[in-house]
């Protein structure tokens, strides 16, 4: 299965995300490539030091521009899965991974001018949609609020509802320290200590929903919340961010 994790905005926990589920399914038994298709290499640097410790390694290699689709159609057979790390931004890049990916996951922190990215997202998929009609699209609420007053998530949550081609996590990972500590030490954070039992639950929850199968039915294993009361879910391509 190729599942890639990308986005438009920059620190939104893309490499975090697919550098701990690509761990979390090395440990699972699985050969895994990681694909590190940002020129900053932190998802290099996360397999390099995870190769220096007993865990099951990470394959990783670096591909962008022409090289990468190739290397996706060319690679993916050899291993049991493929996650793929891709630079913040609309790139060609990103649109070539979508035409293969089975799975994205497009983390987001929840507010109001980060979910307003997903809406260029949005008409991506529903782009690589032509050629892939099977991509699915989860859309991960990343680095929310730990706070049970917190009403950014909900927000967010209800705003994202207006993205037709685009599902929402049914989990929510939180601003966690151990999720921050585990990466560069080249662990997931399940194999961090002091254990997490918060994160690492959050964690495996994402685990489940990026590499589970889909259902015949398409059945929801994730919901698309219905939107806030006075949320037309009207929106232009690149207008002004919401008040
Ligand atoms: N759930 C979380 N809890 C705490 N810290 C987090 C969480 N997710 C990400 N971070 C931290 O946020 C920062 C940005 O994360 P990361 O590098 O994964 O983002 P990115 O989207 O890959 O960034 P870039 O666009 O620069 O590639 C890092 O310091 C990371 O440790
Ligand atoms: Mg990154």
Same mark, same amino acid.
């Given at each position: 299965m190729i599942v890639a994790v990308l986005g438009e905005?920059?620190?939104?926990?893309k490499t975090t995300l697919a550098t701990n589920l690509a761990g979390m399914r090395a440990t699972a038994g699985r050969q895994v490539l990681l694909v590190d298709?940002?020129?900053?290499g932190s998802a290099s640097y996360w397999a390099a030091k995870r190769r220096a410790?007993?865990?099951p390694a990470v394959a990783c290699l670096q591909k962008f521009g022409r090289a990468l689709p190739r290397a996706l159609r060319e690679l993916a057979p050899r291993y049991d899965d493929v996650m793929v790390d891709v630079a913040a931004g609309d790139s060609q890049d990103l649109e070539e991974v979508l035409r293969v990916a089975d799975r994205v996951l497009l983390p987001v922190q929840p507010a109001g001018l980060d979910v307003w990215t997903l809406g260029l997202l949005d008409e991506r998929v529903a782009e690589a949609h032509g050629v892939n009609p099977t991509l699915v699209a989860l859309v991960v609420l990343n680095r929310?609020?730990?706070?049970? #007053?917190?009403r950014d998530t909900h927000d967010a949550q209800a705003a994202m509802?207006?993205?037709?081609h685009l599902r929402v996590a049914a989990v929510v990972i939180r601003e966690r320290v151990a999720i921050k500590r585990a990466t560069p030490g080249g662990l997931s954070v399940k194999e961090?200590?002091?254990?997490d039992a918060k994160a690492a639950a959050e964690l495996a929850q994402l685990y489940q929903l990026a590499f589970a199968e889909e259902r015949a039915d398409h059945g929801r294993s994730t919901r698309n919340p219905r939107p806030a #009361?006075?949320?037309?879910g009207q929106r232009p391509r690149r207008a002004a961010p919401p008040q």
């Open positions: 905005k920059g620190g939104t926990g298709a940002d020129r900053q410790t007993t865990l929310a609020s730990s706070n049970p #007053r917190d509802a207006a993205c037709a961090y200590t002091p254990r #009361r006075g949320y037309t």
